[in-house]
């Protein structure tokens, strides 16, 4: 059988806050594979039941629990103990009645937060990639790895609302002003403002968005923006 590459574990010193794990308990921690995420934005599974819900008490409970099956990402299940859960991921486990999503909120990456359980096939993903494939059709790519073949209108930047697990387009959330826009990354994540206006990138600079964060302003890169819709989220985000 071919092995996987890659470490299958990390320094704790080296892991990410957001995890939120002990950094004087044993040397090491299992660390996520490639997979959906970027390493750094993304925690792996066991971790997330063990150190983020605090819903199982070590390691061996973790395993117990994923290799039986009862976990579901995105309404799949998934028996990796490395698989990368990020931004926007659902989480649902068996027997357990709530149902969680990872979004960035008070300055961290991600964290999770109890959803109803009728938005636990709604998910937000950003369009990071367009592709004209075979008679004219478009291929699109997402933030978590999925892409999808779609006549549906879109740029670079907005953000659809899909249905997981098939991935129907639901609809289509642009990058434009006027919208509100929730900040993924930096020392605002997880804030909400509206998207004043667009700057186009230069050689230099990248594409950035004024966005109004109550009674200031701040100007960052487009790619930490995601466009949530017109007054207020469509979907739950706190």
Same mark, same amino acid.
């Given at each position: ?7 299958k574990k990390l320094k704790r010193q080296m ?27 993304? =925690? @792996? %599974?066991?971790?997330? #039941?063990?150190?983020?819900? +605090? /819903?199982?008490? *070590?390691?061996?409970?973790? !395993? ?38 990872? =979004? @960035? %909120?008070?300055?961290? #990456?991600?964290?999770?937060? +109890? /959803?109803?359980? *009728?938005?636990?096939?709604? !998910? ?34 907005d953000v659809c609302l899909i249905q997981v ?8 959330? +642009? ?58 989220p469509i979907i739950q985000l706190k």
């Amino acid at each position: 059988m071919v092995s996987i590459s890659g470490s299958k574990k990390l320094k704790r010193q080296m892991a990410p806050q957001f995890w939120g794990i002990t950094r004087k308990d044993k040397r090491f921690v299992i660390t996520v594979r490639p997979g959906p995420h970027k390493k750094d934005h993304s =925690v @792996p %599974t066991a971790v997330f #039941l063990r150190d983020m819900l +605090k /819903i199982v008490t *070590s390691l061996r409970e973790a !395993k117990t629990a994923i290799y039986s099956g009862k976990v579901k990402i995105d309404g799949v299940v998934r028996k990796s103990l490395h698989h990368a859960i990020g931004l926007m991921d659902i989480v649902e486990l068996e027997n357990v009645p709530d149902v969680y999503r990872l =979004v @960035p %909120t008070e300055g961290k #990456l991600l964290k999770p937060i +109890k /959803i109803n359980d *009728s938005e636990k096939t709604k !998910k937000l993903v950003r369009v990071i990639s367009k592709t004209t494939i075979n008679k004219g059709k478009m291929q699109i790519g997402f933030h978590d790895g999925r892409s999808t073949i779609s006549d549906t209108k879109v740029n670079v930047g907005d953000v659809c609302l899909i249905q997981v697990p098939d991935q129907k387009i639901l609809e289509v959330i +642009k990058l434009e002003t006027g919208n509100h826009g929730l900040v993924t990354r930096g020392i605002n994540a997880g804030q909400i403002g509206k998207i004043e206006s667009i700057e186009e990138g230069t050689f230099i600079l990248p594409k950035r968005v004024i966005l109004s964060l109550g009674d200031r302003k701040i100007e960052i890169p487009a790619d930490i923006i995601m466009p949530i819709g017109k007054e207020e989220p469509i979907i739950q985000l706190k």
